[in-house]
């Protein structure tokens, strides 16, 4: 990637606008030390954060101590691509030495004694600079952001608003340049809807292609992590320093690990694009679904030929995964116990009434609601009723996608049915939040990888809010979703769009 | 289906969380409502469809009977809540 940049500085967008690409190339031309650049996000952290609580732990001793190994692999003449790159992780990456908290007051005092797979492969083999935790829905279980014991996070288009969740910290942090790019954790959409939200891009790759050892589980089958950025072609940068097998990860896919970014500029001519009738009828903002529209007129230009498919089960999607993930996260959160780590209950008159007690006031209302819905669809006599019913529904949802992708390469459609919508507006209704994802769910209980990337704007009481569009594709399409978003991003700039006033 | 009070507090005690009785009240609500939302499964005729667990079809990877990890019992007891001569504490269980 060096010496590819042959711009003047002057040229250049300011440093926080610029790309992975363009960052990697001024740190190698010693333009800017990751030093200096990490400080430039510290310090817009320091200033900017309490107006979006995008960020739970920031320790910038240690990020700067990162910082200077990285510079000090960049003299040595042994970076790789990546490195020096300050990025923001989701806490919900177990990392050594930092406050873990996946945004429950359970864990709040949990110094992680060991590091995620993730954490290792993008810090300490890609050089990476960590520049803190991001904020996050309580164990990764909301829409919204809103159900974080350390408060919601605030959409930087528009502060009245949730980022979507539950990567709302990483969402919010990319969007008000707080931090390059960042990770994020996908079991129902979490990656997708609050990029959509905030206008940036993200990817939920295959199930099994990144590591789930030490990212906190909520619900194993589903759980993916992925990268959060303002392209598809940083995505494409991160998603890269991700993946690979790992044996501690018992779902951990052994596949030869792949360049994601080498066929970015592939061109759309011959690709078949499938318009799920599903996704386009009612339920869906008409001014969202307009600028999807839009979309799709850009990708016939740029030669693509859309189908019309259908996901005619794509309407159970809610339920059956209300079923799994619940069930799922009442056994993988059954550790929490106030025994080996995390918060204990000062009182409890015996053991029982210690896990009770600890348990009654460590987890969060909407955590507890996921356990206790999980509990009982597991429990004797309702387990073959819902648990069962839910799995075999899961395959009808895998079947329709792999029908529909006999007649095209890639789906189509929104990625969440309306813009950012008010803090508080769906708190009080848990259904209604369930709803916030009916177009990304399918894909985590299929498994495939998705992605979403800015596609417009609607406009609400004078204020503009962003739109993602959706990319499904068939499993290992990595390379091909970023593809096909890069192409678009080069056509369009609403990747490119800022919220006013960094 | 609907949930009842007295079914909230079992799974409640099944999941090992003490709910108050106010809580309990708001909670057979929420959950009914969701619950509500599940029924939709009811519906559909699955028979003869395979339960899908996983979303990719994998066979449990065997290891080396060997030893791969680490010592490492200091830095997870570190922070655990309340320790001992290397051993967790907790509330008496046997009198």
Not at chain 1, 78 to 98: H, R, S, V, Y
Not at chain 1, 126 to 151: H, P, Q
Not at chain 1, 242 to 260: I, N, V
Not at chain 2, 69 to 86: H, K, S, T, V, Y
Request: net charge negative; aromatic share 8%.
């Amino acid at each position: 990637m060096r010496g590819e940049e042959s711009a003047p500085a002057h040229a250049m967008p300011h440093m926080i606008e610029r790309s992975l690409k363009e960052l990697s190339a001024a740190l190698a031309a010693r333009e800017i030390s990751s030093v200096e650049l990490t400080g430039l996000y510290l310090e817009r952290i320091t200033r900017l954060n309490p107006e979006y609580n995008a960020f739970i732990t920031v320790d910038p001793e240690t990020s700067l101590a990162q910082a200077r190994a990285a510079d000090a692999r960049i003299a040595a003449g042994n970076a790789g691509p990546l490195t020096g790159i300050p990025i923001a992780q989701k806490d919900i990456f177990c990392t050594e030495g930092w406050l873990t908290t996946c945004g429950s007051k359970i864990l709040s005092n949990f110094v992680s004694p060991y590091d995620a797979t993730v954490i290792r492969r993008m810090h300490e083999e890609a050089g990476l600079v960590c520049l803190g935790k991001t904020n996050m829905d309580e164990f990764a279980m909301g829409s919204s952001n809103e159900t974080s014991f350390y408060g919601p996070v605030r959409n930087p288009w528009d502060v009245t608003r949730v980022p979507g969740g539950s990567s709302g910290g990483s969402a919010a942090a990319v969007a008000a340049r707080l931090a390059p790019a960042a990770t994020g954790t996908d079991t129902g959409g979490s990656i997708r809807q609050p990029a959509a939200l905030c206008c940036i891009t993200g990817l939920k790759p295959t199930y099994g292609l990144v590591s789930r050892y030490g990212m906190i589980a909520f619900a194993s089958s589903l759980d993916q992590g992925g990268p959060m950025a303002r392209s598809a072609e940083d995505c494409a940068l991160l998603l890269a320093s991700m993946t690979g097998f790992d044996a501690h990860d018992s779902t951990s896919l052994d596949r030869p690990r792949e360049d994601y970014a080498g066929d970015l500029d592939r061109t759309l001519d011959g690709l078949t694009i499938g318009l799920p009738k599903e996704f386009f009828g009612e339920g869906c903002d008409p001014a969202v679904m307009a600028a999807v529209r839009t979309a799709i007129a850009q990708y016939e230009k740029l030669g693509a030929r859309t189908v019309d498919v259908s996901l005619p089960n794509s309407h159970l999607s809610v339920p059956a995964y209300y079923v799994i993930a619940p069930a799922e996260a009442s056994s993988n959160l059954s550790r929490f116990d106030g025994v080996r780590y995390g918060y204990r209950a000062p009182e409890y008159s015996d053991l029982n009434d210690m896990y009770a007690k600890t348990r009654a006031q460590g987890f969060g209302a909407e955590v507890k609601r996921r356990i206790l819905i999980g509990a009982y669809v597991l429990s004797h006599g309702y387990y073959d009723a819902y648990y069962l019913q839910a799995q075999r529904i899961r395959r009808l949802i895998a079947d329709d996608f792999a029908a529909a992708f006999k007649h095209c390469d890639v789906i189509l459609g929104p990625t969440s049915p309306s813009p950012a919508f008010k803090l508080g507006a769906k708190a009080a209704d848990p259904v209604q939040m369930y709803l916030s994802d009916i177009y990304t769910i399918a894909v985590n209980l299929a498994g495939l990888p998705a992605l979403s990337a800015p596609c417009g704007f609607v406009s609400e009481g004078g204020t503009r809010l962003p739109v993602g569009l959706q990319l499904i594709g068939n499993y290992f399409s990595e390379a091909r979703l970023l593809n096909v978003a890069h192409r678009y991003q080069q056509a369009t700039d609403w990747h490119r769009q800022a919220p006013e006033g960094l | 289906m609907s949930l009842t009070l007295e079914q909230v507090r079992r799974i409640a005690h099944l999941a090992r969380i003490e709910v108050s009785a106010t809580e309990a009240e708001a909670t057979v609500g929420h959950l009914n409502g969701i619950f509500q939302l599940i029924e939709a499964m009811q519906a559909v005729d699955t028979r003869g469809v395979e339960p899908m667990a996983h979303a990719q079809d994998l066979a449990q990877r065997l290891r080396e009977d060997a030893v791969s990890e680490p010592d490492r019992r200091l830095a997870f007891q570190a922070i655990a809540p309340e320790i001992e001569a290397g051993l967790y504490l907790v509330p008496r269980v046997i009198e």
